[in-house]
């Protein structure tokens, strides 16, 4: 029930326009199941969304070549039956605009539409301990309250440029990935720079080469990338697929892996055993890799079981792949400059293309190594390196977000006793479960730091968390609780689990953005929980059993 002016909050300036069971930050997949989902329970909640329309990350990156990295059977929502059955995806990875369509089909298939706000920028979210209320307001002049808050902000949502001296003086024309233009760009005739070769990067060089006069690549970082192997999907083979869907879907959700597997036609009947680096001769070793790399895409990395913790494992699928370059790439200077070489494989996100290294053998494509001649600072006309100055018509970036916190941090959100989350978070962000943070009842956090999150298929891990928000708040209401809130202790203990898990990886070695080691002074923590989708997913589970462990109620 929506109730008009019901509160008065005299030192805020905004008065309370209405009020909600739930308010949702956010219009992305997250932000679009969990309303479904609290629309089931029979509750009230209005989303509030920056861009005008639904999609998020999707709804954001546009840039060239802009792809999931996940296969689109396993990247879609498994919640309704009839849904799967009817979307029709046409390649083996959905292009971003594809995806697009998909997210708006949701919101309108599920009348989700009318209790979206775009356009609105959520700017506070203040917890009340008096009304057990958050009281949350927009940069544009919203201020509702909700009994809930639920931060389904995203992990990559606040893009980060690049601290070079005279990025701001370029005259030409500039553009980034993750606000790119809605309208076609045309890099016809022009000269091209591209700072960035993350995914991002990865993803849109191969494109913007083939439209370009020429393109220059700044590369700082060298990063690992496995071909996709993308093609039309058979629609055959996405009939029997489909057919089995709901097994399909069951081992996306229980596997120890990242939610990515099991796309043969015949779903998976048990849990695979990880193939192990010391049971395999070096022959066999390059065979295991050959038939991963010719399948395509990330499964790569889940090829030899143990790569991400032992170094031996993975130095050697990290030979197999510099193999690989320097067979494809047919100058040897630039072979060995795109050759990763100051971090162990897949301790990085690992990148999926099409035709990447390829590229490097057109006449119109340069690299610059970044390592060898630093940018020393951008002019009007183009970017002096430490070697010497590129003219540019054209510069896009492709350098990365502040990852997992950025969206929360960028708002003011205020939980008991005025703690400020940036507060709590100072040393890094501590959450319980990745879903709850102490001090701040009745807040959700949808993928958040300390949940699986970016390691994982979103998709999965977004219906997850909200089928367990959903849950939680069911059991609350059953019980006659108003308030949540994660045990102290109990996040301690769950932080340090996740640390302890990664710790005994080797993802602590790959100084990315999983630890924050992009953005400067963000604490160095590893924020997502590496253990496998499967094994959160019973954990999660347990604390429901238990009677939701870690958590405290009140009425
Ligand atoms: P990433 O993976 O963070 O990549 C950002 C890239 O930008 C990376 O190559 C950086 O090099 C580079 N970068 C950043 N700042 C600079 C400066 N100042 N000079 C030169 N190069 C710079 O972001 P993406 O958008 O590609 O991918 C993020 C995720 O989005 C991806 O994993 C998918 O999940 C979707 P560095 O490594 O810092 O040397």
């Known amino acids: 029930m929506v109730i008009v002016n019901d509160l008065t909050e005299p030192d805020m300036p905004r008065s309370i326009e209405a009020s909600f069971d739930a308010v949702i930050v956010g219009a992305g997949f997250a932000g679009l199941y969990m309303l479904h989902r609290l629309r089931g329970l029979g509750l009230t909640a209005r989303v509030f969304e920056q861009a005008s329309d639904v999609g998020g990350t999707w709804y954001w990156n546009r840039y060239p070549g802009a792809r999931c990295d996940a296969e689109s059977l396993a990247y879609s929502f498994a919640f309704s039956e009839d849904l799967e059955q009817e979307w029709e995806w046409t390649e083996r990875y959905s292009p971003q605009a594809e995806i697009l369509q ?25 917890w009340s301990e008096s009304k057990q209320r958050w009281t949350i307001t927009t940069e544009q002049g919203d201020k509702v309250t909700g009994q809930y808050c639920i931060m389904a902000t995203g992990c990559l949502s606040v893009p980060q440029l690049p601290a070079i001296e005279g990025l701001e003086s370029f005259a030409g024309k500039r553009y980034q990935a993750s606000q790119w233009p809605h309208q076609a760009v045309s890099f016809k005739g022009q000269r091209v720079g591209i700072i960035g070769t993350g995914s991002s990067g990865i993803q849109a060089i191969p494109v913007i ?6 393109l220059t690549v700044f590369q700082r970082t060298p990063n690992f990338s496995v071909p996709a192997k993308n093609s039309l999907l058979e629609q055959s083979w996405v009939r029997q697929f489909k057919a089995n869907y709901r097994a399909h879907r069951n081992n996306h959700r229980r596997g120890l892996g990242s939610g990515f597997g099991d796309l043969d036609i015949e779903p998976l009947t048990e849990v695979q055993e990880p193939i192990l680096m010391e049971s395999l001769s070096s022959e066999q070793a390059n065979a295991v890799l050959q038939s991963a790399w010719d399948r395509g895409g990330a499964f790569f990395m889940g090829a030899i079981g ?3 913790m032992n170094e031996t494992a993975n130095s050697f699928v990290q030979k197999f792949v510099h193999d690989k370059i ?10 060995a400059a795109l050759c990763p070489d100051n971090h162990p494989i897949g301790t990085r996100r690992i990148c999926v293309d099409i035709d990447y290294f390829e590229t490097y053998n057109r006449a119109n494509v340069r690299l610059l190594n970044l390592r060898q001649s630093p940018i020393e600072q951008i002019t009007a006309t183009g970017i002096q390196t430490a070697a010497e ?3 540019l018509d054209t510069l896009v970036l492709a350098t990365g ?35 709850s943070v102490n001090g701040f009842p009745n807040l959700f956090t949808i993928t958040g730091p300390g949940s699986p999150s970016v ?12 089928d367990w928000i959903t849950d939680c708040i069911t059991y609350m209401q059953d019980k006659g609780f108003r308030i949540c809130t994660a045990d102290k202790m109990a996040q301690k203990q769950w932080v340090g689990h996740v640390n302890d898990v990664a710790n005994g990886t080797l993802f602590p070695k790959g100084g990315s953005w999983y630890l924050g080691a992009n953005v400067k002074g963000k604490p160095r923590v590893f924020m997502p929980y ?17 009677g939701y462990t870690g958590f405290q109620f009140s009425a």
């Open 102 to 126: 998909y997210a708006k089909h949701v919101a309108e298939r599920f009348d989700l539409l009318r209790d979206i706000r775009f356009g609105r920028r959520v700017d506070a979210a203040t």
């Open 209 to 214: 080469a083939r439209d370009a006069d020429h």
């Open 306 to 308: 143990d790569a991400m």
């Open 326 to 335: 320097k067979q494809v790439v047919k100058d040897p200077q630039t072979a």
């Open 389 to 391: 100055f590129v003219e």
């Open 401 to 435: 977000f502040d990852a997992m916190t950025g969206a929360l941090l960028a708002m003011d959100i205020v939980g008991t006793g005025g703690v400020k989350l940036g507060d709590a978070w100072s040393e890094g962000p501590k959450a319980y479960l990745g879903l």
């Open 455 to 466: 390691l994982s298929n979103m998709l999965v891990s977004i219906e997850q968390h909200v």
């Open 530 to 546: 590496a253990a496998g989708v499967g094994p959160y997913r019973e954990i999660c589970d347990q604390v429901v059993e238990d």
